[in-house]
């Protein structure tokens, strides 16, 4: 599907008015304290918390077992609304969780799931991609899944310079930057706008071997974002106290 232009609205994590933080505490398990310390985090801080093996988003509002190993280049980075985890082999996967505002919580509620999934991804995730990777753009065809998360639009952008593996090319130079592809799968749960996405690697790693359609690079992303989301624990934050 072909979504319409649409006006820009500032990158992920630059807008206040449509990203201010809801007042959530992450949950805390004190006796799981000794495990978190024993799995030290890859990066040097994180905004969220390491709990065993499992990644607890700084908002509380979603965790998941780490889907990287130290010992095979794993590494964790995250923001107040974003995490990320790569891999110096195939994983590059990352899991965003931003706040319905109120400016937000309207467009959701006027254009209905599917309109709202495909504009916020439009006019908030996809500039970002545009400034950091030039000539970066959505394939034409989103998908809309009705029945998974209770509606998920699935969009595959693709990005010139824009992979994570490129470094790992070392035969020869290419001429013009390797253009990454990546899923991303957008849903509503609990006054959140989820984004999970990953990265192609293979179309990267193989380069003059890969062969892959486009129909077939789109099946194997949504097979791989769906089963990622599956293993998402969502957790409802507390209601408001009036």
Request: no cysteine.
């Given at each position: 599907m072909k979504f319409p232009a649409l006006p820009v609205v500032l990158g992920i994590i630059l807008c206040p008015a449509l990203f201010a933080q809801s007042a959530v505490t992450s949950p805390d398990d004190e006796s799981a304290a000794p495990a978190a310390e024993a799995a030290a985090a890859p990066s040097a801080q994180l905004y969220g918390k390491l709990v065993g093996d499992l990644y607890v988003s700084p908002t509380g509002v979603f965790q998941l077992k780490v889907p990287v190993l130290p010992q095979l280049g794993g590494g964790i980075s995250d923001t107040p609304n974003l995490v990320t985890f790569d891999d110096d082999y195939t994983t590059h996967l990352s899991v965003g969780a931003f706040p319905l505002s109120r400016e937000l919580k309207w467009e959701y509620d006027t254009r209905g799931t599917k309109d709202f999934l495909a504009?916020?991804?439009?006019?908030?995730?996809?500039?970002d991609f545009a400034t950091r990777f030039p000539g970066a753009k959505m394939e034409d065809n989103g998908l809309f899944l009705p029945k998974f998360e209770d509606g998920s639009m699935l969009i595959f952008t693709l990005l010139p310079g824009g992979s994570v593996f490129q470094g790992q090319v070392n035969l020869f130079r290419p001429a013009a930057p390797l253009v990454a592809k990546r899923g991303n799968l957008c849903f509503?749960?609990?006054?959140?706008?989820?984004?999970?996405?990953?990265?192609?690697?293979?179309?990267i790693l193989e380069h003059s071997t890969y062969h892959k359609t486009v129909e077939e690079e789109n099946v194997i992303l949504r097979d791989r974002l769906m089963a990622v989301t599956k293993t998402i624990q969502f957790i409802k934050p507390p209601e408001a106290k009036d």
């Open positions: 504009f916020f991804f439009a006019n908030v995730v996809m500039p509503v749960k609990f006054n959140y706008v989820f984004v999970v996405t990953t990265e192609l690697a293979e179309r």
